[in-house]
């Protein structure tokens, strides 16, 4: 079990126990799972347990937020991966270049064209994820399912980004599995082989349908306050 009460290092091998155990019972191999700590609002003090009990792979929403943070984080560990999991604005490609070395929200021509002009200039290429908005949903990020195929492709031969898999946020209130289970079947129809779906209410669920990436936060690090959900890059 995890818990607020708990420490995030505590809560890390809980989470990562129950990785394993949703990877074994689908018959993966769990070191195919990249558990990715979320630790957008939470201050280094927080975070430096992580690392400290080797934890890696760590997930920002807002480029700012993290730019303020990481510097100094990633000097503990040279082996850090910074993911950028929220949405990105084109203006902010070169900092997001900078600073993160995956990014999971590429959905829109506009931002892939920024991203490898970005990584052009800066001699930095970062494997990339689209972000599908599997429910369609109006006021979520990502590219519309029906326009997926045509985007990753044109990633690829347009702007030559290391387009690596697929990314999606299901509803809330709809049965994750399903869009889960959509991804996958998306990422095999484009040649992609990595999945970065799961979080803290449905990250089994996202290992035992193929997940490669899983972005954990609360289950981590406690609740968030809430007001921190609405802030934008
Ligand atoms: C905040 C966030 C997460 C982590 O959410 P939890 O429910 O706290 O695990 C995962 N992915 C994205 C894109 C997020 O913004």
Redesign the pocket.
């Known amino acids: 079990m995890t818990s607020d009460s708990n420490g995030p290092a505590q809560n890390l091998e809980s989470v990562l126990q129950q990785i394993k155990s949703a990877a074994r019972a689908v018959s993966r191999d769990p070191a195919g799972v990249t558990l990715?700590a979320?630790s957008?609002t939470h201050d280094a003090e927080r975070i430096a347990p992580l690392i400290a009990a080797g934890q890696r792979a760590f997930?920002e929403?807002r480029i700012q937020e993290a730019q303020a943070k990481w510097p100094a984080l990633k000097t503990i560990a040279p082996d850090i991966v910074l993911h950028l999991?929220?949405p990105l604005q084109s203006n902010k490609a070169a900092d997001a270049v900078a600073l993160f070395d995956v990014i999971?929200?590429v959905d829109r021509p506009r931002i892939a064209e920024a991203l490898a002009s970005e990584m052009a200039r800066q001699n930095r290429r970062l494997p990339c994820f689209i972000q599908v908005n599997t429910g369609r949903e109006p006021q979520k990020a990502g590219i519309d399912p029906h326009a997926a195929e045509q985007f990753v492709k044109d990633c690829v031969a347009t702007w030559n980004l290391p387009v690596v898999g697929l990314?999606c946020?299901p509803p809330v209130e709809e049965r994750a599995a399903v869009h889960f289970g959509f991804l996958k079947d998306l990422a095999r129809r484009t040649g992609l082989s990595q999945l970065s779906m799961g979080?803290?209410?449905d990250?089994e669920t996202a290992v035992r349908l193929g997940a490669t990436h899983v972005?954990?936060?609360?289950?981590?690090?406690g609740a968030?306050p809430a007001s921190a959900?609405t802030k934008r890059n």
């Open positions: 990715i979320v957008k997930g929403n999991i929220g999971h929200t990314m946020i979080m803290s209410a990250f972005r954990v936060g609360s289950a981590l690090f968030r959900e």
